[in-house]
């Protein structure tokens, strides 16, 4: 795959998220990744797996998903493009504590966790970079957090449809619905409920 393409991709993610880094840098990363085209469906990762591997999604979808005592799915979170997927591993993990599948056809970008965090160490600009993630996981912990004190379904839903503008249409609506901690049959009226609005 052409490494001017992914370096022009990530410096376009970079510009999006208000991101400044250098495309030395970019290159140097691109140049420690490997790419795949992943199809709709396929697991990347497994609860237990080791976390040697993060990535991120270059095009298409990705969720993020537990597995409760009774064998259902919940959904954890979405990983559309430019969004970091299989991260546990920058936070400390050693094991995943989630699934990992795609919903979409997917290209990714996959790096060695232990590479990165050297190039974290030491680069100036990417230790930016660094807390700029770090700090938008945290926001958006809190933003869960929240959503479950607080909010009643339906408020969930409308954060949802702001937080994720697009996602609407492109993720089945069982899976927005366990995102939301509702039955699917409850997203629907909430849904038919803001039509009629």
Not at 104 to 117: D, F, L, P, S, V
Not at 125 to 143: G, H, M, P, Q
Not at 157 to 184: C, M, S, W
Request: aromatic fraction near 12%; hydrophobic fraction near 40%.
């Amino acid at each position: 795959m052409d490494k001017d393409y992914f370096v022009k991709q990530l410096m376009i993610f970079a510009e999006e998220y208000k991101i400044d880094v250098s495309e030395e840098l970019v290159g140097d990363i691109v140049s420690l990744a490997s790419f795949r085209v992943v199809k709709k469906g396929e697991i990347l990762a497994s609860i237990g797996d080791d976390t040697t591997y993060a990535g991120l999604i270059l095009s298409g979808l990705a969720r993020s998903y537990y597995i409760d005592n009774d064998g259902n799915d919940i959904t954890r979170g979405f990983a559309p493009e430019g969004v970091m997927f299989m991260d546990e591993g920058f936070f400390g993990y050693t094991e995943r504590n989630c699934m990992w599948e795609t919903l979409e056809e997917t290209t990714i970008m996959i790096c060695e966790t232990t590479a990165i965090k050297k190039i974290i160490k030491e680069n100036v600009s990417f230790k930016d970079v660094w807390i700029y993630l770090l700090e938008s996981a945290l926001r958006y912990k809190i933003y869960r957090e929240n959503g479950f004190l607080v909010e009643n379904a339906t408020e969930r839903y409308i954060h949802f449809k702001k937080l994720y503008p697009d996602l609407n249409e492109r993720v089945p609506q069982r899976h927005i619905a366990t995102y939301l901690g509702i039955t699917p049959e409850s997203l629907s009226r909430i849904r038919g409920a803001m039509k009629e609005d």
